[in-house]
T-cell receptor, first 111, second 113 residues
Framework: DAKTTQPPSMDCAEGRAANLPCNHS???????VYWYRQIHSQGPQYIIH???NNETNEMASLIITEDRKSSTLILPHATLRDTAVYYC????????????FGKGTSLLVTP | EAQVTQNPRYLITVTGKKLTVTCSQN?????MSWYRQDPGLGLRQIYY???????DKGDVPEGYKVSRKEKRNFPLILESPSPNQTSLYFC????????????FGSGTRLTVV
């Protein structure tokens, strides 16, 4: 699976959009971009995934650059409950192999 | 509610005393997996199962056993726990096929003294 690079930490004011970047310059054509988050020792929570096109669901939006070498997770109106570690993972669609969570980005949403 | 249920949530045990952490999912998922999380090391996969009676080692399988006799259950067995297995454990499941996300359980915090 391709390696990802994320900033170690970010801050965001409550109510504002949180934009979390991820670089994955070695991504292969059949690899998807997945985002998960973990709120303080709870089980990781799946947020969204995409292959080429931008994606949106009830939690977030995922913007993938045309060359697929980077992506941005957008939480449109961050709340205090969005404070968590966010992980960008690149991998093929269905594989037994481990999700490589890396160190992620610790997002702090402040009042 | 669709979920992955782990039990127990917390467990303190002594070295060498066999224990089992249960994992059950109600989503009819083919794929199940166990992870452990340790400070500074992140989440690491212990074992996974692609379907009933099919299991395989992950990155850190030593000291653990698993079984998949039925689709919904994937217990993690520590035959002779040691202090280095003190960790936070997560079970996960996923639907077979294209790009589905994983559903994780709430975790089991295990302390071996």
């Amino acid at each position: 699976d391709a390696k990802t690079t994320q900033p170690p930490s970010m801050d965001c004011a409550e109510g504002r959009a949180a934009n979390l970047p991820c670089n994955h310059s070695t991504i292969s054509g059949n690899e998807y971009v997945y985002w998960y988050r973990q709120i303080h020792s709870q089980g990781p929570q799946y947020i969204i995934h995409g292959l080429k096109n931008n994606e949106t669901n009830e939690m977030a939006s995922l913007i993938i650059t045309e060359d697929r070498k980077s992506s941005t997770l957008i939480l449109p109106h961050a709340t205090l409950r969005d404070t968590a570690v966010y992980y960008c993972i690149v991998r093929v669609a269905y594989s037994g192999y481990a999700l490589n969570f890396g160190k992620g980005t610790s997002l702090l949403v402040t009042p | 509610e669709a979920q992955v249920t782990q039990n127990p949530r917390y467990l303190i045990t002594v070295t060498g005393k066999k224990l089992t952490v249960t994992c059950s999912q109600n989503m009819n998922h083919e794929y199940m997996s166990w992870y452990r999380q340790d400070p500074g090391l992140g989440l690491r996969q212990i074992y996974y199962s692609m379907n009933v009676e099919v299991t395989d080692k992950g990155d850190v399988p030593e000291g653990y056993k698993v079984s998949r006799k039925e689709k919904r259950n994937f217990p993690l067995i520590l035959e002779s726990p040691s202090p280095n297995q003190t960790s936070l454990y997560f079970c996960a499941s996923s639907q077979k096929g294209t790009a589905y996300g994983y559903t994780f359980g709430s975790g089991t915090r295990l302390t071996v003294v």
